[in-house]
Nanobody
Framework: QVHLVESGGGSVQAGASLTLSCAVSGQSDSIRTMVWFRQAPGKDPTFVSGISWNTNEAGPGYVESVKGRFTISKDTAKNSLTLQMNGLRPQDTAVYYC??????????????????WGQGTQVTVSS
């Protein structure tokens, strides 16, 4: 069992930065890939970024719309995952979820491809 807790969301103006964190606990050795998904109001969750957890076999990977603005990083010694978000835009508004998967990054396309999820943290960007 893996337990994930996100933090760091908030309400900001366009162009601002936020840092999301995900605290990982439980059987973290079972994790192959860590990801961030986001869910905008009325829409399905979509992939944002992902990285291999205990190896360097893959990643980091990003959805095209956040490349150059978002940076994913990990600290396995501290069991922590981070998403640094710069140059935020109103279209980045969503609930952001941290996820853990036993799959390779390239096999993760949908929320159902992950095994564990956190409760989510709200990010609101106003223009």
């Amino acid at each position: 069992q893996v337990h994930l807790v996100e933090s760091g969301g908030g309400s900001v103006q366009a162009g601002a930065s936020l840092t999301l964190s995900c605290a990982v606990s439980g059987q973290s050795d079972s994790i192959r890939t860590m990801v961030w998904f986001r869910q905008a109001p009325g829409k399905d969750p979509t992939f944002v970024s992902g990285i291999s957890w205990n190896t360097n076999e893959a990643g980091p990977g990003y959805v095209e719309s956040v490349k150059g603005r978002f940076t994913i990083s990990k600290d396995t010694a501290k069991n922590s995952l981070t998403l640094q978000m710069n140059g935020l835009r109103p279209q980045d508004t969503a609930v952001y979820y941290c996820g853990a998967s036993g799959r390779h990054l390239r096999a993760i396309h949908r929320q159902a491809d992950t095994d564990y999820w956190g409760q989510g943290t709200q990010v609101t960007v106003s223009s």
